[in-house]
């Protein structure tokens, strides 16, 4: 039951305080704030002052040359973004009676998914409501998993170690990880490589192989190699990964049915091992907080009816 304060909080609440803190927030200051809000300085700061006054909590360290949300902070805009998020739906919900389905997707993915099963998913929606547009933006895996649990986008496509809070997860496809050198690298076009040739080579790494992050089975796979423990180059994005290799700054890894190709061009060479290779599974996110306007249920429609039709061993690119 709520108490007494909580009953009358929504209804002291000025939510445009919501809307400048949040704006506070993605902009890192309040100066930057006023810039991207047209408005006066001392006008954020009596807002930002204002909203703290109404929660009882302290929501910025303010000092001079220091910025940092505090721990209330960014619970608050974690809330303020979703509830910017639902705002947002209002206008494909309330069209939701009309016959033909129309409205906006917007997929949030890590770089560089390959999955011929999703593709096609798409190109039926497609076919089927021409009227809806996508949009597909590419961000760090954890990044995809914030923009779905702020409701900031429609559906997120990502790799992740345990199970996000509060967000539901399918297996959309699993891969395999291999290493690979270019056309330049000692070994390339050699069959037969022994595993201690690669002992002390430079590496190319994804920046989620370190830190703990999703690919840490691939990093473990790099020290089975014997790579060299000191990176040479590191990017979160599969392409420029990709682009080190073959420029032969390091060996990296690269999903298995992402470099066949390549292999095929002869950009791309595999090297040992070639057996007990990490496999990593990707994920649909969906934020079940958000109420999901027609054409998006009807997306969504399609992607269960599709994992469900084709097996998970179907789905495994090997």
């Given at each position: ?7 009358r909080f929504p209804w002291n609440l000025d939510w ?114 021409p009227r809806v547009t996508f949009s597909m933006v ?114 990296g890894a690269l999903p298995v049915h992402v470099a ?59």
């Open positions: 039951m709520l108490r007494p304060y909580e009953q445009n305080l919501l809307r400048t803190f949040m704006v506070v927030v993605e902009q890192k200051g309040i100066s930057r704030a006023a810039d991207f809000l047209g408005l006066k300085q001392p006008t954020i700061s009596s807002a930002l002052k204002r909203l703290e006054d109404v929660t009882g909590q302290q929501l910025v360290d303010r000092k001079p040359n220091r910025f940092q949300v505090t721990d209330a902070g960014r619970v608050l805009y974690s809330e303020c973004a979703a509830i910017f998020g639902a705002v947002a739906q209002l206008p494909a919900l309330m069209d939701a009676d009309r016959e033909e389905l129309t409205g906006h997707i917007s997929i949030v993915l890590a770089s560089h998914v390959v999955s011929p099963h999703f593709d096609e998913v798409l190109e039926a929606y497609a076919r089927r409501h590419v961000e760090e895996s954890a990044e995809v998993a914030a923009h779905i649990r702020q409701n900031r986008a429609s559906f997120g496509i990502c790799l992740f170690n345990g199970t996000p809070r509060n967000l539901t997860t399918r297996v959309l496809f699993r891969e395999f990880f291999g290493l690979y050198c270019g056309p330049r690298h000692r070994l390339f076009g050699r069959s037969n490589i022994a595993l201690d040739e690669l002992a002390g080579e430079p590496s190319a790494s994804f920046q989620t192989e370190i830190e703990g992050g999703p690919l840490v089975s691939v990093g473990q796979l790099r020290e089975r190699a014997g790579l060299a423990a000191g990176l040479h180059g590191v990017s979160s994005s599969l392409p420029e990964v990709r682009r080190m290799i073959v420029a032969n700054i390091g060996i066949r190709k390549d292999v095929r061009l002869g950009e791309l060479w595999q090297v040992p091992p070639y057996s007990n290779l990490p496999r990593v599974d990707i994920h649909l996110l969906t934020n079940p907080r958000r109420s999901l306007p027609p054409h998006e249920v009807a997306f969504l429609a399609m992607i269960d009816e599709m994992l469900a039709r084709v097996s998970i061993d179907e789905r495994t690119y090997r």
